[in-house]
Every structure is written in structure tokens, then in C-alpha cells.
């Protein structure tokens, strides 16, 4: 419980403070969104087109500092996060649950296969050391991994969309289509789903090999391995059960990190091939200096990562009850 306690405290605490910084950072910038989206027209600008525009965003300059900081984390704890300059005047938070199911789709999936295949093809390479699996695996998903997610996407889309005409180029559904639940959109989803998915998983799954191909040698160097193999357990079970196991246990963290950042969504991957996830969207509201958007994802996506160390960390206790002594 002690355990428990302690890392929800530390939760909160850097809740709070991420809260905080995600407030104060845009308010220390000059200017505001008004003025922004006035400069973007030439000419002199009209003194009370400029006070219209403050107050339709919300915006409220004899109002103190103090007083919109708690004004901000009530409305932020009441699921008020504002309203969209660029898609003015819908909600930031109906923008976001429309992009939000592409990026968990597409991103998520893609990092869950990526450290699935990525920890398991490690463990047997390392299992194998030595053999021809080890010696060809490891050093060319690490030349991959080193490649930048926008290179790989354009080479997949001149490859497979152009060249080949396998898959389709660019969005998340054909533009003909209406987003119905029925198997022929879902299939329209997924084909243009493949390229994007592949881009995140040939260039991530690299990494997950080499770490865990490091952690796996040296826990097979272990007491207790020798000791299962003098037991004569099976080799399958050693290498699962009493190394894999242990082998993984670093990797949470880094997975969980994943996750957190899997709200963002890759930004490079989506601007690339145009697909309408929480990246895109994000670059398009820095573009569009869309402060109120911008806040709520980089909340959004700090939050996400909080709470996905925090299960990592239960999980970890739990797998290892030796995490939970405090030194």
C-alpha cells in the first residue's frame, strides 16, 4: 500500500504541475490569437474587429493572471478545454474525440505489434546467440530504425500506392465514402491503414529487438537458469517463464512511455500520408497558432504518459516484488 501510495502521489503531483506549465507557457508569449489571425491580413487592422475577435476566443485582457489560472483547472477538471480557433466555434474536446479513435487505431496498434514482435524475435535471437537468426535480425532492423519516419513513408507510398498500386496514398478513408459502420468502409479504413501501420512498425521494432535482445543475454548468464536447465525443464519454458520474463521487465517503462505518446500520435507518419488522427491535428494548430487546441494536446498527451508509466510501474511491482522495497 505504501507503494501504491507513494506513486500516486507522485502522479498527482506532476499532474499538477504539467497543468500548471501547460497554462502559464502560452500565456508568456506575445500576443494572442486574435492578433495572430489579424496579422495574417495586410493592412491596418480595425481596433474593434480585434476587441470582436478577443472576446468571441474567450479572451480576457483585465482579467489577472491568478484569477484565469483557476478559472483554467476548473474548466479543464469540468472537461471545458476551450474553443477551437482554427474549427471556430466547435469544441476543443469534440475535435479531439473525432481524431482520437484514428491515432489509438493506427498508432496504437502499431506500437503494440511493434514491442510484441520486436520482444520476442530479441528473446530468441539472444536465446540463439550466435546463430543466423542473431546475426542478421538485430543489425538490420537497427539500419531500418535509423531511417526517419517521413523517408520510409514516401518510399512505401512511390513503392506500394505508385509504383505497385497495392494501397491507396494518402487520408483515412476515401473521400466518397460516408463513415458508416459496415464492412466495406471498416475495409476502405484499414487498406489505407496498411501503409501508415508499416511505416511505425519498421521503423520502431528495431529498437525493441536490440534492447531486448541485450537484457535477455544477460539473464540468461543468471543462477537461477542454470538452475532450470539442471532441473531439466524444457527449453521453451526457460526461455519464457524464468528469462523472457525477466528480460521484459525493463522494457515496460519504454513501452509504457510508447502508449503515453501514442495520443500524439506520429506526427510525421500522419502528416505524411494525410491521416486525419491527434498529429495532424496538432501540426495544423500550430500552423494555425490555435492556442486553445494546442494546450489540450499537449495536456492530453502529457497525462497520457503519467498515467501509462503509473501502470507500468504497478505491473513492474507486481511482476518484481523486489521494485516495491523502498532503498
Same mark, same amino acid.
Given at each position: 500500500?505504501?507503494?501504491?501510495?507513494?506513486?500516486?502521489?507522485?502522479?498527482?503531483?506532476?499532474?499538477?504541475?504539467?497543468?500548471?506549465?501547460?497554462?502559464?507557457?502560452?500565456?508568456? @508569449?506575445?500576443?494572442?490569437?486574435?492578433?495572430?489571425? @489579424?496579422?495574417?491580413?495586410?493592412?491596418?487592422?480595425?481596433?474593434?474587429?480585434? *476587441?470582436?475577435?478577443?472576446?468571441?476566443?474567450?479572451?480576457?485582457? *483585465?482579467?489577472?493572471?491568478?484569477?484565469?489560472?483557476?478559472?483554467?483547472?476548473?474548466?479543464?477538471? *469540468?472537461?471545458?478545454?476551450?474553443?477551437?480557433?482554427?474549427?471556430?466555434?466547435? &469544441?476543443?474536446?469534440?475535435?479531439?474525440?473525432?481524431?482520437?479513435?484514428?491515432?489509438?487505431?493506427?498508432?496504437?496498434?502499431?506500437?503494440?505489434?511493434?514491442?510484441?514482435?520486436?520482444?520476442?524475435?530479441?528473446? $530468441?535471437?539472444?536465446?540463439?546467440?550466435?546463430?543466423?537468426?542473431?546475426?542478421?535480425?538485430?543489425?538490420?532492423?537497427?539500419?531500418?530504425?535509423?531511417? &526517419?519516419?517521413?523517408?520510409?513513408?514516401?518510399?512505401?507510398?512511390?513503392?506500394?500506392?505508385?509504383?505497385?498500386?497495392?494501397?491507396?496514398?494518402?487520408?483515412?478513408?476515401?473521400?466518397?465514402?460516408?463513415?458508416?459502420?459496415?464492412? &466495406?468502409?471498416?475495409?476502405?479504413?484499414?487498406? *489505407?491503414? $496498411?501503409?501508415?501501420?508499416?511505416?511505425?512498425?519498421?521503423?520502431?521494432?528495431?529498437?525493441?529487438?536490440?534492447?531486448?535482445?541485450?537484457?535477455?543475454?544477460?539473464?540468461?548468464?543468471?543462477?537461477?537458469?542454470?538452475?532450470?536447465?539442471?532441473?531439466?525443464?524444457?527449453?521453451?519454458?526457460?526461455?519464457?517463464?524464468?528469462?523472457?520474463?525477466?528480460?521484459?521487465?525493463?522494457?515496460?517503462?519504454?513501452?509504457?512511455?510508447?502508449?503515453?505518446?501514442?495520443?500524439?500520435?506520429?506526427?510525421?507518419?500522419?502528416? $505524411?500520408?494525410?491521416?486525419?488522427?491527434?498529429?495532424?491535428?496538432?501540426?495544423?494548430?500550430?500552423?494555425?497558432?490555435?492556442?486553445?487546441?494546442?494546450?489540450?494536446?499537449?495536456?492530453?498527451?502529457?497525462?497520457?504518459?503519467?498515467?501509462?508509466?503509473?501502470?507500468?510501474?504497478?505491473?513492474?511491482?507486481?511482476?518484481? &516484488?523486489?521494485?516495491?522495497?523502498?532503498?
Amino acid at each position: 500500500m505504501r507503494f501504491l501510495a507513494r506513486r500516486l502521489g507522485f502522479l498527482l503531483v506532476a499532474l499538477w504541475a504539467a497543468l500548471t506549465v501547460n497554462f502559464f507557457i502560452p500565456r508568456l @508569449m506575445p500576443g494572442n490569437p486574435a492578433e495572430s489571425m @489579424m496579422a495574417t491580413f495586410r493592412g491596418r487592422v480595425n481596433p474593434s474587429a480585434l *476587441h470582436a475577435l478577443e472576446a468571441a476566443f474567450g479572451i480576457n485582457g *483585465h482579467q489577472s493572471l491568478i484569477s484565469a489560472y483557476f478559472q483554467y483547472v476548473n474548466n479543464t477538471l *469540468h472537461g471545458n478545454l476551450g474553443i477551437s480557433i482554427s474549427y471556430f466555434p466547435v &469544441p476543443v474536446s469534440t475535435m479531439i474525440m473525432k481524431a482520437l479513435p484514428w491515432s489509438l487505431g493506427l498508432v496504437g496498434v502499431s506500437t503494440v505489434l511493434g514491442f510484441i514482435l520486436g520482444t520476442g524475435l530479441g528473446a $530468441v535471437a539472444a536465446w540463439r546467440r550466435g546463430g543466423a537468426l542473431d546475426s542478421v535480425l538485430p543489425p538490420t532492423f537497427i539500419v531500418i530504425s535509423a531511417f &526517419p519516419y517521413f523517408w520510409v513513408g514516401l518510399l512505401s507510398i512511390w513503392l506500394f500506392a505508385l509504383t505497385l498500386k497495392w494501397f491507396p496514398i494518402l487520408g483515412g478513408y476515401t473521400e466518397t465514402a460516408t463513415p458508416t459502420w459496415n464492412w &466495406p468502409f471498416i475495409g476502405d479504413v484499414l487498406q *489505407h491503414a $496498411v501503409l501508415p501501420a508499416f511505416t511505425i512498425l519498421i521503423t520502431s521494432i528495431g529498437g525493441w529487438i536490440l534492447t531486448m535482445r541485450n537484457n535477455m543475454i544477460t539473464v540468461v548468464a543468471e543462477d537461477y537458469v542454470k538452475m532450470g536447465r539442471a532441473k531439466g525443464l524444457k527449453p521453451r519454458r526457460i526461455l519464457w517463464q524464468y528469462a523472457g520474463r525477466n528480460a521484459m521487465l525493463p522494457n515496460l517503462t519504454g513501452f509504457a512511455m510508447s502508449l503515453g505518446f501514442v495520443i500524439s500520435g506520429a506526427i510525421l507518419v500522419e502528416y $505524411v500520408f494525410n491521416y486525419p488522427g491527434l498529429g495532424f491535428m496538432l501540426l495544423q494548430a500550430v500552423q494555425n497558432s490555435d492556442y486553445p487546441l494546442m494546450q489540450s494536446l499537449f495536456l492530453l498527451i502529457t497525462v497520457a504518459v503519467l498515467l501509462a508509466i503509473f501502470v507500468s510501474d504497478i505491473v513492474t511491482a507486481v511482476l518484481d &516484488p523486489r521494485t516495491r522495497i523502498r532503498s
